[in-house]
């Protein structure tokens, strides 16, 4: 597992580039056409991304080959979800949520290429995740689950 300033590191490299992104684009595209600029450029900035990633889970028993896919891992630590609609539902949080309680990973990103401001569409989803105490606040709306 990557440690908390990985992490952080990583969720600030993949903001930066959606931002970077939107500017250029603009919103109104489709979903998948973010998804493979965006898996892309983070792959131009060294990092690991797999795009539609299966995952595997047990539930009593029951084993889901393909129980979902996540749109981008990225490092194998950060789950990236994007929407391009005009605003995100409660839904959405709550299903990056599940997914990472799935993965038990601690950190994932729901980004909104939909919105008119892209930093109205970051959303940072927290699974039991405490940043390290020197860590500086994050700029990108948080939930956090108690």
Known sequence: MTGDKD???ITEQIVDAAVKIHIRLGPGLLESVYE????RELERRGLAVERQKPVMFVYEGMKFEEGFRVDLLVEG???VE???V?????????????YL???HLP????????????KDGLHRIANNYQ???????RRVNQRVNP
């Open 86 to 98: 005009e605003k995100v539902a409660l839904v959405h949080s709550k299903q990056l949520l599940t």
């Open 77 to 79: 630590c950060v789950v």
């Open 101 to 103: 309680r799935l993965l």
């Open 82 to 84: 994007l929407k391009s």
């Open 131 to 137: 940043p390290p105490s020197s860590a500086p606040p």
């Open 36 to 39: 493979a600029v965006l898996a």
């Open 107 to 118: 950190v994932g990103l729901l980004i909104n290429f939909g919105e008119s401001l892209l």
């Open 7 to 9: 992490i952080d590191s």
